[in-house]
């Protein structure tokens, strides 16, 4: 395999794991929002 077909799909490789990421990352937060609305409520 070439070099550069090699560092093709190794970036193809880190966009398809930060792509991940960033789902868990908008999961996570999502999560946080709903904890904080419902606390803030309970405080109510």
Partial sequence: MEDSEKAKKQLINELIDLRKKIVELEN?????????????????
């Fill in 28 to 44: 996570v937060k999502a999560n946080h929002k709903r904890v904080k609305n419902k606390f803030a409520k309970s405080e109510e």
